[in-house]
C-alpha cells in the first residue's frame, strides 16, 4: 500500500516522490509548479539585475550585437535572428525590446524609423530599421576577461551571466516590469548626474538621487522615497501661455503620449472640466500641442484645470526592485548607486589586475628571449643535440639557473616551448637596443598600473569623470524639478451645469428646470443652503435632492471661504427676542444641519443676506404698536456688528416682535484688504504667509512683474495666477513710485540710466522699457530713492582701467518711461555694480510679521478668545484693531468620504 506524503515533504522534488510508487497529493504538484514558474518570471524574464541594469532579454541582444560588431549597421532583424540562438522566446520579444532600448538613445546607434515613445508612433519592421553598438556601449558595457559566462540553454553556445558594466545602467535607463507576485519600476535618472554621484560616493558621500525623464516636463520628487515603495512622483506638463487665448504644452509628463494626453483633454471639454475652442497638434522633432481658449476663459485658470482635470499631471509609483544574489531585492535607488560605484570599481580592479599579468608576462618573455639569445643558448651543443622535449627543458633549465633572480615567476616548460619555437630567421634578426627600449616602456606602464591599483578610487573617479567628459555633452537634465501647489479640483472646475431651486417643497439640484434658476455651478461643487427656521445644510450638487422646506438662499459653498458673510436677523423661538448677526461658515460636515439660532422651537429668520466680499448693508426695523414702546422704527447698521463663527448668539435687536425688516442703503466691504504673499518656491500667490509679503490688496490694485529682457506687464491678484519663475522682480504695483534702470543700447552699444515710473497698462500687456534692438539689456533695476551704483571704466587712448561711485540721480531727472535715458559714462564701462539697497514696501514691517504666526497662534491672535469661551466674548485682537471673528471648525465636524474615510470638509 502506497504512503500519503505531507506538503511539507514536497520541497524536495516531487518527481523523486513519484518515483518512489508515493501518492503526491495535486495542491502539491501545483505548489511547486507555480514556484518554478515564478522563480523563473523573477529571475529571467522581468527584473533586471543590479550589477548590469538589464534584464535577460536586453543581455542577449548586447551580446549578439556585440558578436556581430563591425562597425557596420546590422538590420534589426539579423540581430534578432542572431540573438535566438540565446533567447528562447520567439522573435516578436526580442525585436520589441531591441526597440525599446534604440529608443533610450545610450546602447544603440538606430537608423530607420525606430518609432517615438513621445507620441506613441511604433517602429517600423525589423526588417526595414539598423542598428549597431554606441561608442559608449562599446566603452563601457563589454569585457569578455572580466565576463562570467554560461553555457546558453540548448548548450551550443555561451552567453554572459552578466555583462561588466562599468557604469549605473540600470538607473540611467530605468526599468518597468511586471513578474509574478512583485513588480519592479526604476525611473530613468541624468546621465550627468550619475556620473557625479558616483564620484561623490567614491569620495565618502552620500548621494540623493532624483529621476530624470526623457519627456522633459515638471516634476515634484517630494515624496519620492528615493525610488522605494510608498514613494510618488508628480509629474506635469510644461504649459505655457502664448497669449490670452493660447496655451502651448511644449513637453509631456513621463509615461503618457502626445495622443493620449490630447484625448485626455478633449474629454475634459466634453465633461465640461474645461472650455476651449480647439486643440492642434503640431508635435514634430519637439512637442507642440497648441490649446486654444474659448472666449473670456482665465488662461491661468486653465491650466491649472489641465492639471486637473487630464493627464497633463500623471503620479508615478516607484518600485525599485531589482536581482542581486540570485534573489529579488527591494532597495532605494541610492542604495543601487552606492553597488553600482562598488561593482564598476571592483571591475575597474579585475582589468588593471589583468593587464598588469600581461605586461608581466610580456616583460617575462622579452627577458627570457634576449637572455637566450644574447647567451647564444641556442647554440648550446648540449641543447642542440638534446633528442627530446624533456631533454631541451633539462639543458634550459640549468643554462637559465643563474638568471632566475630575473624573473618576477618560474620559468615553465610551456615558456620554454614558446623559446624553442621561436624560427631562426627572428633569433637572427632580434635587436637588443629595440628589445630593451620595448621592455623600459612596459616597465613604465606596469609602474603607472601598480600606481592606479594602489589608488584605485582616484583612479575610479577619473575613469567616471571621463565618461563624463566624453559622453556628458547634450545629456544636461530634462526635467525641472519643482515643488507643486495642491490644484484644488473644485477651485478650477467651471461652472458646467445649472442649478434651480423650488424654495417651497425644498428641492435643489440641476435637474429642476422648471423650478427657480439660482446661477451656473459645476459637478463637483457643494451647495449650502439657508432655511427660514434658521438651519443650514451643506450637500453635494446633484440632480435633485431634498434639503427642506421654506429656503431662503442657496449658492455655492466654498471651504474656507473667509470673505463671504452671511448678515442676519432672527427671532428666538422661546423669548420672542430678536437678535442680529454676522458670521462666516469656513468648515461643515456634508450633510450635516446646522442651526444657527439659539435652537429654539418655534425660531425664525426675519432677514438674511449672504455678501461676497464681506459688505454691510443698513436696514430698517419697524415694531408692531406696543404701549410701552415710543420709538417704533430705527435703523441698524450691520457695519457695527462684529463677524463671529456661525454658532454666535448674535447681539439682541429688540425684546419686541418686529413687524418688518426693510433695506435702506446698500453697504460696503467691511473687511480689510487681502494681505498677499508671493511663494519663490512655487511660484503662487498665497494668503498664507509664505515667502515674500507683497502687500495688502483690495478693488483695482495690481501686481507689477519685471522680466529679464527689460519688458513689464500687470496682472491681478487672483491666486490662480501663474508666474514665470525667471522675472527679474514681483511686487505691488504703485503708480508713483519711481524706478531707476541702467541698461545697454544694442544700437549704439551705450550705457544708459532713465528714472521714471511705470505705466498704468491693461493687465497682461507685455511693454518694454528697453529699446527693441538687438543687443540691448536690462542691468540694473532699482526702486531705490537715492540709488548709488560702482563703475569700473577704461579711460583715454591708453585704457587704464579705474573704478569711481556715482550716484544715479545726478545723472538724469524724472522722466518717462519710453525715454532711453543719458549715457552713464563718457569712458568704456566694463562693470556696473549696485551699492545702495532697495526701498523696501512700507506695510511689509507690521503686516509680514502678523502673516507669519501659524496654528493655533494664529487663532488666538484673530479671534481673541479660546476654545470654550463665550462666543460673544470680545478678545483683545478685536478690542484692539478688527472686528472680525474667524471660526474655528469643530473638531466633531468631520466627513466620511466615499471610502469611510475620514476628511475635513
Given at each position: 500500500m502506497s504512503e500519503e506524503i505531507d506538503n511539507n515533504e514536497l520541497s524536495g522534488n516531487s518527481d523523486e516522490a513519484l518515483n518512489n510508487n508515493q501518492t503526491v497529493p495535486i495542491s502539491g504538484l501545483y505548489e511547486n509548479w507555480f514556484l518554478d514558474y515564478a522563480s523563473y518570471v523573477i529571475l529571467d524574464r522581468a527584473v533586471p539585475h543590479i550589477n548590469d541594469g538589464l534584464k535577460p532579454v536586453q543581455r542577449r541582444i548586447l551580446h549578439s550585437l556585440k558578436e556581430m560588431d563591425d562597425g557596420r549597421f546590422n538590420k534589426a532583424a539579423n540581430v534578432i535572428g542572431n540573438t535566438m540562438k540565446y533567447h528562447p522566446h520567439g522573435d516578436a520579444s526580442i525585436g520589441d525590446a531591441m526597440v525599446q532600448i534604440g529608443q533610450k538613445n545610450l546602447l544603440i546607434d538606430c537608423q530607420g524609423n525606430w518609432g517615438d515613445p513621445t507620441t506613441g508612433d511604433s517602429a517600423a519592421a525589423p526588417r526595414y530599421i539598423e542598428g549597431r553598438l554606441s561608442k559608449f556601449a562599446n566603452d563601457v558595457v563589454f569585457n569578455p576577461d572580466t565576463t562570467e559566462w554560461q553555457l546558453s540553454y540548448d548548450g551550443r553556445n555561451k552567453e554572459p551571466v552578466t555583462l561588466p558594466v562599468k557604469f549605473p545602467l540600470l538607473l540611467a535607463q530605468g526599468a518597468e516590469g511586471i513578474a509574478v507576485g512583485l513588480a519592479t519600476k526604476v525611473m530613468p535618472h541624468n546621465f550627468v548626474e550619475l556620473l557625479d554621484a558616483s564620484i561623490d560616493v567614491l569620495r565618502g558621500g552620500r548621494p540623493n538621487l532624483v529621476p530624470d525623464f526623457p519627456t522633459g516636463g515638471l516634476a515634484d520628487v517630494s515624496a519620492y522615497n528615493e525610488g522605494m515603495r510608498g514613494g510618488k512622483v508628480k509629474v506635469r506638463a510644461r504649459i505655457e501661455e502664448r497669449d490670452k487665448k493660447t496655451l502651448a504644452i511644449t513637453e509631456i509628463p513621463f509615461g503618457t503620449t502626445t495622443g493620449g494626453l490630447i484625448d485626455s483633454v478633449i474629454s475634459a471639454n466634453d465633461k465640461g472640466k474645461i472650455k476651449i475652442k480647439k486643440i492642434e497638434d503640431n508635435t514634430a522633432a519637439t512637442v507642440e500641442i497648441i490649446v486654444h481658449l474659448a472666449p473670456g476663459i482665465s488662461p491661468d485658470v486653465t491650466i491649472d484645470a489641465l492639471y486637473a482635470f487630464t493627464d497633463c499631471e500623471v503620479s508615478i509609483s516607484p518600485n525599485t526592485c531589482v536581482i542581486r544574489d540570485d534573489k529579488p531585492h527591494f532597495m532605494s535607488v541610492n542604495e543601487v548607486l552606492i553597488e553600482n560605484t562598488a561593482h564598476t570599481k571592483g571591475l575597474l580592479q579585475q582589468e588593471l589586475e589583468i593587464r598588469l599579468n600581461e605586461l608581466q608576462e610580456k616583460i617575462f618573455?622579452?627577458?627570457?628571449?634576449?637572455i637566450f639569445i644574447q647567451e647564444g643558448m641556442y647554440k648550446h651543443a648540449d641543447y642542440e643535440n638534446a633528442g627530446n622535449f624533456e631533454v631541451v627543458v633539462t639543458v634550459l633549465n640549468r643554462l637559465f639557473t643563474p638568471f632566475f633572480d630575473r624573473f618576477y615567476r618560474e620559468i615553465l616548460p610551456e615558456d620554454y616551448k614558446k623559446l624553442i619555437d621561436k624560427p631562426m630567421s627572428s633569433i637572427t634578426r632580434f635587436d637588443v637596443k629595440k628589445a630593451d627600449e620595448q621592455m623600459k616602456s612596459l616597465e613604465e606602464e606596469i609602474k603607472e598600473v601598480r600606481h592606479h591599483l594602489k589608488y584605485l578610487t582616484d583612479y575610479a573617479i577619473a575613469w567616471f569623470q571621463k565618461l563624463k567628459d566624453k559622453y556628458g555633452k547634450g545629456r544636461e537634465r530634462k526635467t525641472e524639478i519643482r515643488i507643486f501647489e495642491k490644484v484644488e479640483a473644485a477651485q478650477v472646475a467651471l461652472a458646467n451645469v445649472k442649478l434651480y431651486v423650488n424654495r417651497a417643497d425644498g428641492f435643489i439640484g440641476t435637474g429642476l428646470k422648471k423650478d427657480e434658476y439660482v446661477g451656473d455651478c459645476s459637478d463637483i461643487d457643494d451647495i449650502i443652503t439657508f432655511r427660514e427656521n434658521g438651519t443650514c445644510l451643506v450637500t453635494k450638487v446633484q440632480d435633485k435632492v431634498f434639503v427642506g422646506k421654506d429656503i431662503i438662499h442657496v449658492g455655492v459653498f466654498k471651504k474656507g471661504d473667509e470673505r463671504t458673510v452671511y448678515n442676519m436677523i432672527y427671532r428666538d423661538g422661546k423669548t420672542g427676542i430678536s437678535y442680529i448677526k454676522r458670521f462666516s461658515i469656513l468648515g461643515v460636515t456634508r450633510d450635516k444641519e446646522y442651526d444657527l439660532t439659539k435652537g429654539s422651537k418655534g425660531s425664525k429668520v426675519l432677514y438674511f443676506t449672504a455678501n461676497p466680499n464681506g459688505e454691510a448693508e443698513v436696514v430698517n426695523v419697524q415694531l408692531k404698536p406696543h404701549s410701552k414702546l415710543r420709538k417704533l422704527q430705527f435703523d441698524l447698521d450691520f457695519a457695527e456688528i462684529a463677524i463671529k463663527g456661525?454658532?454666535?448668539?448674535?447681539?439682541?435687536?429688540?425684546k419686541y416682535p418686529i413687524k418688518k425688516i426693510t433695506l435702506k442703503s446698500k453697504g460696503i466691504s467691511t473687511l480689510a484688504g487681502r494681505k498677499i504673499w508671493f511663494d519663490d518656491v512655487l511660484n503662487r500667490l498665497n494668503v498664507d504667509?509664505?515667502?515674500?509679503?507683497?502687500?495688502?490688496?483690495?478693488?483695482?490694485?495690481?501686481?507689477?512683474?519685471?522680466?529679464?529682457?527689460?519688458t513689464y506687464h500687470l496682472t491681478s491678484f487672483e491666486l490662480t495666477n501663474h508666474f514665470d519663475p525667471k522675472m527679474l522682480r514681483i511686487e505691488k504695483y504703485k503708480p508713483e513710485q519711481v524706478y531707476t534702470a541702467v541698461h545697454i543700447d544694442g544700437k549704439s552699444g551705450n550705457y544708459l540710466v532713465k528714472r521714471f515710473v511705470f505705466e498704468n497698462t491693461p493687465i497682461g500687456k507685455s511693454t518694454s522699457i528697453i529699446n527693441d534692438d538687438a543687443g540691448s539689456k536690462l542691468l540694473i533695476l532699482t526702486n531705490g530713492k537715492d540709488p548709488l551704483v560702482r563703475l569700473d571704466v577704461l579711460k583715454g587712448k591708453t585704457q587704464i582701467p579705474e573704478t569711481t561711485?556715482?550716484?544715479?540721480?545726478?545723472?538724469?531727472?524724472?522722466?518717462?518711461?519710453?525715454?532711453?535715458?543719458?549715457r552713464l559714462s563718457p569712458h568704456e564701462i566694463k562693470k556696473v555694480t549696485l551699492l545702495s539697497a532697495e526701498d523696501e514696501y512700507v506695510e511689509s514691517s507690521a503686516e509680514a510679521k502678523e502673516g507669519e504666526k501659524t496654528g493655533e497662534e494664529d487663532v488666538a491672535a484673530v479671534d481673541g478668545h479660546t476654545?470654550?469661551?463665550?462666543?460673544?466674548?470680545?478678545?483683545?485682537?478685536?478690542?484692539?484693531?478688527?472686528?472680525?471673528d474667524l471660526e474655528i471648525t469643530n473638531?466633531?465636524?468631520?466627513?466620511l468620504d466615499d471610502n469611510g474615510q475620514q476628511s475635513l470638509f
Open positions: 618573455f622579452s627577458s627570457l628571449l634576449k456661525r454658532g454666535s448668539q448674535g447681539n439682541i435687536v429688540s504667509g509664505r515667502g515674500k509679503y507683497l502687500g495688502e490688496f483690495d478693488g483695482d490694485d495690481r501686481i507689477l512683474v519685471v522680466m529679464p529682457d527689460g561711485e556715482q550716484h544715479l540721480n545726478e545723472v538724469v531727472d524724472i522722466k518717462g518711461m519710453k525715454a532711453q535715458g543719458n476654545e470654550g469661551a463665550n462666543p460673544e466674548d470680545k478678545g483683545p485682537a478685536e478690542k484692539a484693531k478688527s472686528k472680525i473638531p466633531d465636524d468631520i466627513d
